[in-house]
């Protein structure tokens, strides 16, 4: 029902429309309309007049979601700040989750509810497999590419303002579930590592493997590490760029090509010490190698036709080596994250450790590890040693006190 005089309706669909006068055809001088749309008619009403005042104007009242994120895609692409597979992310969420159920709708007629209902359906059963819902993690991330094209509109005049978000982010903690390998588990992974590195036909990965459990470079890192990134002489290396396989352009022969870029941030872009022991290991390799696999261009671990590893080649090696060393399975990240641990418990300061893994500060890598730091502490704990440990441990084992000791006992 309208409210009189005022041009405000509740909708079928429980929306409140407001209709006001956009201008009128040069023509034949009718009145032309303009709506704007809300989730209560208090909220109709206050965007209403906020029109009719001449403090907003919307352009483009036809645009649907999709077209708004083909403007908004178009404008991400200019940042030079964004990794190609960051875009090559967005881009597939926008078009396999978002487009398919909010892409027809008109972009300033979406609201809170319309945003919430979204959210709601995408934890029930959002998984394209039709597996059920996805993860509060992942949906929280398709919610954040929601409202940074809505930003992107108001800024452009497409909507008169952003919803107001109704619910709150998924309660999915602040630490992640992290795999971590025990040092028994480690020690099996290593000696099973050692064992294929005899074979010709194996030895890159299994050394690249190796190298990445005791530098915690990300997968990508390490298939895209060059042998001018290793300075052999200060035991050092360079993190200057990573390989990824990535979407193809539409119209390509090949859906997915490989990418060598940037590292994930500026933050990534790093160099820090290697373990002695480790750079002679990868000095013995080097001199195996025939001679134009050892120029700077070079990849460090390279296929026998001296071409780049591919990051899902070492994560499929990786996955052989753990059945080999009858280890539960786990993801090529949780070599990172048991170096990580590793350092941690060998008292590394968190900058340090910070700096080695990349992370743009200490608090990512403190938030990241809440756990192996919170096992670091009660271990420092528990190496503080009582002074007086072993009066305490006799007087306590003592049949009883005598009457002054017992009078302090009572006063204490």
């Known amino acids: ?12 669909d429980g929306r409140w429309e407001g209709r006001y006068i956009s201008g009128y055809d040069t023509l034949s001088g009718k009145i032309q309309y303009g709506y704007v749309y ?7 009403k206050r965007i209403k007049q906020k029109v009719e005042k001449g403090k907003g104007k919307l352009r483009k009242q036809k645009l649907t979601v999709a077209g708004c994120f083909m403007e908004w895609m178009r404008w991400k692409k200019t940042d030079p700040n964004l990794h190609p597979s960051t875009l090559n992310l967005y881009d597939r969420n926008v078009e396999k989750h978002i487009l ?16 919430d209902q979204f959210r709601w359906q995408k934890l029930k059963d959002g998984r394209l497999d039709g597996g ?3 993860s509060p993690v992942t949906v929280d991330s398709l919610m ?33 579930n992290i795999r971590v390998f025990s040092t028994e588990e480690q020690s099996r992974i290593e000696e ?51 390989l ?27 160099s820090f010490p290697v373990k002695d022991e480790l750079m002679t290991w990868l000095s013995l390799y080097r001199n195996s190698l025939p001679e134009l696999q050892r120029q700077p261009d070079s990849p460090v671990f390279s296929t026998a036709e001296g071409g780049y590893i591919e990051p899902r080649v070492f994560q499929k090696r990786f996955g052989r080596i753990l059945e080999a060393a009858q280890v539960e399975e786990a993801n090529f990240h949780a070599l990172r994250h048991t170096f990580a641990t590793r350092c941690i418990e060998s008292n590394m300061d968190v900058q340090s450790l910070s700096e080695c893994l990349g992370h743009s500060s200490g608090v990512i890598t403190l938030k990241v590890y809440t756990h192996s730091f919170s096992e670091h502490k009660r271990s420092c ?11 305490v441990l006799e007087s306590m084992g003592a049949a009883k006190c005598s009457s002054v000791e017992e009078n302090v006992c009572n006063v204490i």
């Open 144 to 176: 954040f590419l929601i409202y940074s094209m809505l930003q992107f509109a108001l800024e452009e005049h497409y909507i008169l303002e952003i919803p107001k978000r109704k619910m709150k982010r998924s309660s999915h903690g602040d630490s992640r």
């Open 100 to 115: 398919p159920l909010l892409g027809s709708c008109k972009v300033h007629m979406i609201t809170a509810q319309s945003l």
């Open 381 to 391: 704990i528990n190496r503080l040693e009582f002074l007086m440990a072993e009066q």
């Open 1 to 12: 029902m309208a409210r009189k005089g005022e041009n405000i309706y509740q909708r079928l």
């Open 244 to 270: 990824q396989r990535v979407d193809a352009p539409r119209g390509a022969k090949k859906k997915t090509m490989l990418q060598l870029g940037p590292p994930k941030s500026n933050s990534s872009i790093r």
């Open 192 to 242: 099973t590592l050692f064992r294929g590195a005899k074979r010709e036909n194996a030895r890159s990965t299994c050394l690249g493997i190796l190298f990445a459990l005791y530098t915690g470079l990300r997968v990508g890192e390490l298939s895209g590490l060059q042998w001018k990134d290793v300075d052999m002489g200060g035991s050092r290396i360079f993190v200057r760029r990573t």
């Open 38 to 44: 809300a989730s209560s008619y208090t909220e109709a």
């Open 132 to 134: 059920g819902g996805l």
